[in-house]
């Protein structure tokens, strides 16, 4: 059963509600308020000490240099965050690469994924791979320009059969415009543009918007 203060307890209580801090600590102009009032009421015979009044200038002196480097650390806090803005923007145009080239099936499903081509394909196959190496499908690349390509996987093997469920890699080698061998792999995209959402930072990788936190490279 909650107690409720009555009489003369009733306005000690409220008397001390009054005076309550609200914050929990006591800050540079609380400090400055206690020794103005201090002095204003101290005793003309016995004035306070210099000593003490020195010390606590000194006090006010300290904490109003904590309180600055304090907002000047929030500034280069913000600062520091504008730049890494800027220099993600910076990387339009530029490759980023996932750090994975797999992709996870489902027996039974289509698979779809996407690669990137920096050049231009004369003729080409995707290779999509088990863990253990084994080549499972082999998929045409066709003739295009440079640029992200998405192909789908019906989830049969080259032989007819339906893959199992699990984890798959896929890679492809392609002819260049000018005969040259080339190869490619899942999880390497162009930045086309930067999006932030919630102060983070999200690349567009192909058709998807990628975490800057996904990302193991940049080149």
């Known amino acids: 059963m909650a107690i409720t203060p009555t009489g003369q307890n009733a306005a000690v209580a409220a008397k001390t509600d009054a005076y ?6 006591l800050g540079k102009d ?23 009044i020195l010390t606590q200038t000194s006090q006010l002196a300290t904490l109003e240099a904590s309180d600055n480097t304090n907002r ?30 797999s992709i996870a099936h489902d027996e039974g499903a289509n698979t779809n994924f996407e690669l990137y081509f920096p050049e231009a394909v004369q003729a080409g196959s995707v290779e999509i791979k088990d863990n253990n190496g084994n080549l499972i499908r082999t998929l045409d690349v066709g003739t295009n320009p440079a640029g992200v390509y998405q192909f789908t996987w019906d989830g049969f093997d080259n032989g007819g059969s339906s893959a199992d469920s699990g984890i798959y890699h896929v890679s492809a080698t392609y002819e260049t415009d000018s005969g040259e061998r ?35 490279e940049i080149y």
């Open 20 to 25: 309550t801090n609200p914050k929990g600590i």
């Open 30 to 52: 609380d400090f400055m308020k206690l020794l103005l009032v201090q002095l204003q009421y101290q005793d003309p015979t016995e004035p306070m000490d210099t000593e003490k």
């Open 72 to 101: 000047s650390l929030e500034d280069l806090a913000k600062s520091l965050g504008n730049a890494q803005q800027f220099s993600t923007i910076a990387a339009i145009g530029k490759t980023a690469d996932l750090g994975s080239d």
């Open 182 to 216: 080339a190869q490619t792999r899942l999880g390497a995209y162009p930045i086309e543009s930067v999006r932030f959402d919630g102060g983070k930072a999200l690349l567009k990788l192909g058709s998807n918007y990628v975490p800057l936190d996904n990302v193991r």
